[in-house]
């Protein structure tokens, strides 16, 4: 009877530092949240892959201005890690990150033009990574009103054709986009709207997902 008291102190004190800082961690790999049923597809091609011991899911074609929803909880503010892997398709390759999600048409979204990472053209250089919110703000309104503000290049970008890591800081009114382990942000935005919480999901057209990682803060 002491020992299992024991037990249950045991477990309530290692869980109180969670709870103290409000701190909430979800990962999971995609193949298992596609096997699972755990990811919201309404009318998108999504096929679950496997490539070198990697499994993924791939994005083919997809509606404009869809994302696909993660069947997890809400998410407010935090970081939101993401393997992800485009093509050197010239503007058929988007690969990125949907979050404060209303529903699969309405959310904020950072993602990436991967057939843009290694170009040598240098007004396609500076479109590598873009902030956007759908379906009001689109890159085209983005970019014929604010040009330069909400997309970026990226400072020694992956191969077109190459897994990245992508993770988003996202605070009540700012979002910071990292590429794999770089220190400095490659695109700091403020938000354009006053959604603070909703799903996260992935938005894509040729594009993988191998893994997420969300750490949820208070």
Known sequence: MINAVFAN?????VSLPAISFGQLVYEQNFGDLFRNGALNIKDREVTLENENNTEFVRLGKTMHGSAIL???DDFQCGRIEMVVRGMDIFQGSFVGIAFHALNDSLFDLVYCRPFNFQTSDS??????????????????????????MYEKGIENPPEANEWFKLTLEISEKTVKAFINYSNSPSLVVEKLNNNLIGKVGIFGT?????????????
């Open 9 to 13: 102190m045991v477990v309530l004190f």
């Open 70 to 72: 993660l069947r997890a």
């Open 123 to 148: 007004a396609r250089r500076i479109h590598m990574i873009q902030y956007a919110c759908f379906p009001a703000l689109d890159w085209q309104i983005l970019r014929s009103q604010y040009n330069g």
């Open 206 to 218: 040729n594009a993988d997902f191998e893994s997420i990682r969300i750490k949820y803060e208070k």
